[in-house]
């Protein structure tokens, strides 16, 4: 059997093995590096409105084709530091852009899937952005302010049971139209949130469902704390991390410029991100 590595310890240029059955050839072995870290990759590429994401992914330049999801990416002691589950591609094939999903994650899910056949994604049922200088001016804040902005509450979720807010209207920056008012998450558990990002990382790695943790926000510019009870994520068509991890897209999309979000039309203002 192989050994699960240590994904946090994973280094950008390092050298990294991957092993799969690309278009049917079994067990093919492709060497490159760890060309980032940190990467978000949404669950469903093909979502109109607020999408869930997988944080923390490994981008790496290992050829990786399709037949190759699900197989392991190891590095050069054998250790699996992540699960080969996607590539950025306008031919479907591999452009040196490909995806896994981190050891740490996978520690987590796994065990579920064996024992359960699913895993449970904690959830706060809500959907957001990230607090960027020219909407913290707008909703009266310092513009070096930074966190996660609430945009949406999903009705009867835990956030909205337990009072948080989203945004109460739109203001027009940049040329498109983005959510203000709503609250802003600058913490939770006491860890900062500088982003939606930061929120999404969190929960994934340090949360389950049942879970209490507190939030803490600012609204109207008042600093308050809020805790929720972490809920169940609902079922949806989009891929999971459950079933990314057995069989994953490989993703075509030759005008999305930005491989980890929904490219916005002029009009559409910021991608928003649920949890």
């Known amino acids: 059997p192989v050994h699960m590595g240590d994904s946090t310890q994973v280094q950008v240029g390092q050298l990294a093995v991957a092993i799969g059955n690309p278009f049917g050839e079994q067990s093919t072995m492709t060497t490159g590096v760890i060309s980032a870290l940190g990467r978000f990759l949404p669950t469903d590429l093909n979502a109109s409105g607020p999408t869930y994401q997988i944080p923390d992914v490994i981008q790496t330049d290992t050829p990786i084709n399709p037949g190759n999801s699900g197989g392991v990416l190891l590095d050069l002691s054998g ?10 591609s306008s031919a479907g094939s591999n452009s040196g852009v490909g995806f896994a999903i981190p050891a ?6 796994v065990p579920a899937l064996i024992s359960n056949g699913h895993y449970d994604h904690p959830y706060l049922g809500l959907s957001g ?16 302010q930074r966190g996660a902005l609430v945009a949406t509450v999903t009705a009867g ?22 959510p203000v008012g709503g609250d802003v998450i600058i913490a939770i ?30 609204r109207n510019g008042k ?4 805790s929720v009870m972490l809920g169940v994520r609902p079922a949806t ?16 999309n030759p005008n999305q410029s930005n491989p980890f979000q929904n490219v916005p039309n002029q009009d559409q203002g910021t991608p928003t991100t649920g949890t």
């Open 79 to 88: 250790n699996v530091i992540g699960v080969t589950s996607a590539i950025e």
């Open 104 to 109: 740490e994650i996978v520690n987590r899910v």
């Open 129 to 144: 952005t990230d607090l960027t200088s020219d909407i913290a001016t707008v909703m009266g804040l310092d513009a070096s």
């Open 157 to 178: 979720g835990p956030a909205a049971t337990a009072g948080i807010q989203g945004s109460n209207s739109t203001a027009t920056i940049g040329g498109q139209q983005e």
């Open 189 to 218: 558990n006491g860890q900062p949130v500088k982003t939606f990002n930061d929120l999404v990382s969190y929960l994934e790695a340090s949360a389950r469902v049942g879970d209490k943790v507190t939030l803490t926000i600012l």
């Open 223 to 226: 600093q308050m704390d809020i």
């Open 237 to 252: 068509s989009s891929q999971t991390i459950g079933n990314q991890l057995q069989r994953s897209p490989f993703r075509s």
